[in-house]
């Protein structure tokens, strides 16, 4: 089975702190996407990478920014943490043959103070 | 882009059929539908994926008409354990809406 971790099931942190959310999978998935969900909004697209060091923005980058330095790892970075960045954010990996079979992690849910 | 819409909730009973209507008037010639479930406090899970006419798996089946304006998520024969929120999205989209929740009652 496909297994993708994130970092922190739950994280604290203060206005504007730097945050780092990390995510890893196991199943050398080319694909690797950060959403945050938000009630009513359903998941948006933060950022998605297809390769290594490669990035697109998604919907909502603004605020965030990423790292791929390894296929297995993919990292969204808050560069200076704000109240309206509390949310759950979900991590997810898919193939490059594959990229609509999204599997997901388990959520963080970041509360920003 | 192409533009999802659809219901915001749906009740049903154990043992009914549940069908559930994605219309995606603008949806690109080469792109797939795809059909995911979230349970609470889970991360979505992949429940589907086609592209034109009916397509069937052991979780739902899917129908695309000619026009593929719209599809049609069917989930046969409901138990409580099938409550939860059901998104459809083009593969290419890539974001999800606010998805359709589901409530199985006894």
Redesign the interface.
């Known amino acids: 089975d496909v297994k993708?971790t994130q970092s922190s099931r739950y994280l604290v942190k203060r206005t504007g702190e730097k945050v780092f959310l990390e995510c890893v999978q196991d199943m050398d998935h080319e694909n690797m996407?950060w959403?945050r969900q938000d009630p009513?909004?359903?998941?948006?697209?933060i950022y998605?990478s297809y390769d290594v060091k490669m990035k697109e923005k998604?919907?909502i980058p603004e605020g965030y920014s990423v790292s791929r330095e390894k296929k297995e790892r993919f990292s969204l970075i808050l560069e200076s943490a704000s109240t309206n960045q509390t949310s759950m954010y979900?991590c997810?990996s898919s193939s490059g043959t594959r990229?609509?079979?999204?599997?997901?992690?388990?959520?963080t849910r970041l509360t920003v103070t | 882009l192409a533009k999802t819409t659809q219901p915001i909730s749906m009740d049903s009973y154990e043992g009914q059929e549940v069908n559930i209507t994605c219309s995606h008037n603008n949806i690109a010639t080469n792109d797939?539908i795809?059909w995911?479930q979230q349970f609470p406090?889970?991360?979505?899970?992949?429940i589907i994926?086609g592209y034109k006419t009916k397509v069937t798996n052991e979780v739902a089946s899917l129908f695309i008409p000619a026009d593929r304006k719209s599809s049609t998520l069917s989930l046969p024969r409901v138990s409580l354990s099938d409550t939860a929120v059901y998104?459809c999205l083009p593969?290419?989209k890539?974001?999800?809406?606010?998805?359709t929740t589901v409530t199985v009652r006894a």
């Not at chain 1, 009513?40 to 697209?45: E, F, Q, Y």
């Not at chain 1, 990229?99 to 959520?107: I, K, M, N, T, V």
């Not at chain 2, 406090?41 to 992949?46: A, L, M, V």
């Open positions: 993708v996407f959403y009513g909004l359903g998941l948006r697209l998605f998604g919907d979900l997810a990229l609509a079979e999204q599997y997901f992690g388990p959520g | 797939y795809t995911y406090s889970q991360g979505p899970r992949f994926q998104y593969v290419r890539l974001s999800f809406g606010a998805g």
